[in-house]
Every structure is written in structure tokens, then in C-alpha cells.
């Protein structure tokens, strides 16, 4: 079935640092990509999505791009802030019809002043 | 508008009590998801309804859970009798032609 791999964490960064988090997917069809976000002790929000090959995403300077060729579609940040630390879920949103999430393991960002 | 409401927002009980999870969708979506949320499994998939139908409960751990969509404005997730590993955050969302939105979780304890 559907699945979503992502990199393992915690990552821990220095303010202005640049961030990469990984994220691969296996799918059948063509599924939307999405970043989700979770601040400690509070629900997930979109951070960005793409829809199609080639498609990239940006909000709040992050961005990601919809790579089939390599079925990925890493979530990265020119300069972090402590204001960032989360934990981050890629996830995909299957064909079917129903829109349902299928969501990576997340991972976990720390940065630090 | 008002996004996913989900109450109780934390629920503390007792190895074998029964424990009722509620969720009110956006207005207008028709489809609903249950997830439940443990540092060791992630983000797991319950059961999913559409237009207050349920498509598929696959995600279901056990028969102790079971969950309703009575209405379109409504859904219930239960779980009879609870046991300390169902300790968790239960997120219900809602979504209309792929905008969707997450409730802010229900926070269960099971002691």
C-alpha cells in the first residue's frame, strides 16, 4: 500500500541554519504531497503542499518540490528559527477518491538560539 | 467559520471504563478521519467516513474501538473497555474535494 518515508530525528540545528528533512513516498497513482506541522501540545497544520510533478510548495520560507523521478519531496529552509522548533510530518494524500492522510513517522526539529 | 471541534480536549480514566471521543466536522466537508497519535506508532489511520458512511476501518486496533458518524455534523469515537495502551492523542479531521482541516486533538490517559 501507500507509505511515506521520512528522515529520522531529532535534528538539531543553530539559529540560521539551513534545514533539510527528507521525505519519500511509494504510491500508486498520483498522489498529492504535503507538509504538516505540530507545535508542542497542539494540533497539525498545513504548512505547504504540491500537487503534481514538478509542483513546489513554499510557506513561511519553507519549501519543498514534488520530485517523481525520485518519488520525494524534501521539506527545506534557508535559515531556521527557534520559533521553527516542531516536529514536522510528510504525508500523502491518495487517489482514491477519499482524500485520506497517510502520514510519516515525523520529525522532530530543535534550534537552538 | 469554525474549524474541526473535538471534546473533550483531555480525558483521564481507568483501566476498563468506557470512553467516548467526540467530533463536530467543518460545516460542509464530507469526508471524516480518525487518527491516533503515539510517540511509538506516529500518526496512525483509524477509520475514515464518507458522507457519514464509513468507508474503511482497517485502522481499528481492536474490536474495544468503534466509531459512528450518526449525521453529517457529528461523529463519536469509542472505546470499551480502555486499557492502558490506548493511552494516546486521538485527532479527528475533515475534508471536502482535498481542503481539510485537524481538530486539536483529545488527550487520553488510561491509568
Not at chain 1, 504548512?47 to 503534481?52: G, S
Not at chain 2, 481507568?14 to 467543518?26: A, F, N, S
Not at chain 2, 510517540?39 to 468503534?66: A, H, K, Q, T, W
Request: proline share 5%.
Amino acid at each position: 500500500g501507500d507509505s511515506v518515508t521520512q528522515m529520522e530525528g531529532p535534528v538539531t540545528l543553530s539559529e540560521e541554519a539551513f534545514l533539510t528533512i527528507n521525505c519519500t513516498y511509494t504510491a500508486t497513482g498520483y498522489p498529492s504531497l504535503f507538509w504538516y506541522v505540530q507545535y508542542p501540545g497542539e494540533g497539525l497544520q498545513l504548512l505547504l503542499k504540491a500537487t503534481k510533478a514538478d509542483d513546489k510548495g513554499s510557506n513561511k520560507g519553507f519549501e519543498a518540490t514534488y520530485r517523481k523521478e525520485t518519488t520525494s519531496f524534501h521539506l527545506e529552509k534557508g535559515s531556521v528559527q527557534v520559533s521553527d522548533s516542531a516536529v514536522y510530518f510528510c504525508a500523502l494524500s491518495d487517489s482514491g477518491g477519499y482524500n485520506k492522510l497517510i502520514f510519516g513517522a515525523g520529525t522532530r526539529l530543535a534550534v537552538h538560539p | 467559520d469554525a474549524g474541526v471541534i473535538q471534546s473533550p480536549r483531555h480525558e483521564v480514566t481507568e483501566m476498563g471504563q468506557e470512553v467516548t471521543l467526540r467530533c463536530k466536522p467543518i460545516s460542509g466537508h464530507n469526508s471524516l478521519f480518525w487518527y491516533r497519535q503515539t510517540m511509538m506508532r506516529g500518526l496512525e489511520l483509524l477509520i475514515y467516513f464518507n458522507n457519514n458512511v464509513p468507508i474503511d476501518d482497517s485502522g481499528m486496533p481492536e474490536d474495544r474501538f468503534s466509531a459512528k458518524m450518526p449525521n453529517a455534523s457529528f461523529s463519536t469515537l469509542k472505546i470499551q473497555p480502555s486499557e492502558p495502551r490506548d493511552s494516546a492523542v486521538y485527532f479527528c479531521a475533515s475534508s471536502l474535494a482535498g481542503v481539510r482541516g485537524f481538530g486539536p486533538g483529545t488527550r487520553l490517559t488510561v491509568l
